[in-house]
């Protein structure tokens, strides 16, 4: 059974450019939630997708935007980077129903690296 | 007022004693809660859930639910050197998690 993946595992960029994130869902699951962890934070939730919409939003600025396909996997966006979107980027996929499945696993995270 | 507090420790403990990882949240309304386990420059574990005042136990972890409280905790029992790593608790939102910045458990031999 496939675990959530992610890539790229690691990713340095200059500011001012812009990124792309990728995420495949674990088996079986249709929704993906994306969060980003400061050193020393907890995960701070920027947006979830279901059924290839956003349908909740973080406070993140419009920077950061995202994408579903129809096999369920996702894109996350950020333009005009800054030094302080350097993180670790988080993908959760979770499956669309009662609550006792809607229990959201992470993938393995990208770091990003903004300098 | 965060959403959701723990102590940021760290909480060291021996091997083999209970650790024990203490949860607030603000939102009385509050349904699910969570307990991922995070080392060090990996991602989030989830190791339990609850949704019911009370106990739930699974293996050597036991999650406590006090809704009145608005209360969470983790115990860990007979805690080994690999259960040293950064333990989020999480409560969930609609459509999202809301974590806490984590508590930093460091069992020593």
């Known amino acids: 059974d496939a675990g959530v993946t992610q890539s790229p595992t690691h990713l340095i960029k200059t500011r001012g450019q812009q990124v792309t994130l990728r995420c495949s869902p674990k088996s079986g699951h249709d929704t993906v939630s994306w969060y980003q962890q400061a050193l020393g934070q907890g995960p701070q939730f920027i947006f979830q997708?279901?059924?290839?919409?956003?349908?909740q939003r973080g406070n993140f600025p419009d920077r950061f935007s995202g994408h579903q396909f129809p096999n369920y996997s996702s894109e996350l966006n950020v333009n005009a980077l800054l030094l302080g979107d350097s993180a670790l980027y988080l993908c959760?996929?979770?499956?669309?129903?009662?609550?006792?499945?809607?229990?959201?696993?992470f993938g393995p995270g990208t770091r990003l690296t903004v300098l | 007022q965060k959403e959701v507090e723990q102590n940021s420790g760290p909480l060291s403990v021996p091997e083999g004693a209970i650790a024990s990882l203490n949860c607030t949240y603000s939102d009385r309304g509050s349904q699910s809660f969570f307990w991922y386990r995070q080392y060090s420059g990996k991602s989030p574990e989830l190791i339990m859930f609850?949704?019911?005042?009370g106990d739930k136990e699974d293996g050597r972890f036991t999650a406590q639910l006090n809704k009145a409280s608005q209360y969470v905790s983790l115990l860990i029992r007979d805690s080994q050197p690999s259960d040293s790593a950064t333990y989020l608790c999480?409560?969930?939102?609609?459509?999202?998690?809301?974590f806490g910045a984590g508590t930093r458990l460091a069992v020593h031999p």
């Open positions: 609850i949704y019911s005042n």
């Open positions: 999480a409560v969930r939102g609609y459509n999202k998690l809301i």
């Open positions: 959760a996929s979770s499956l669309e129903g009662t609550s006792n499945t809607d229990t959201q696993y």
């Open positions: 997708y279901y059924e290839e919409e956003e349908r």
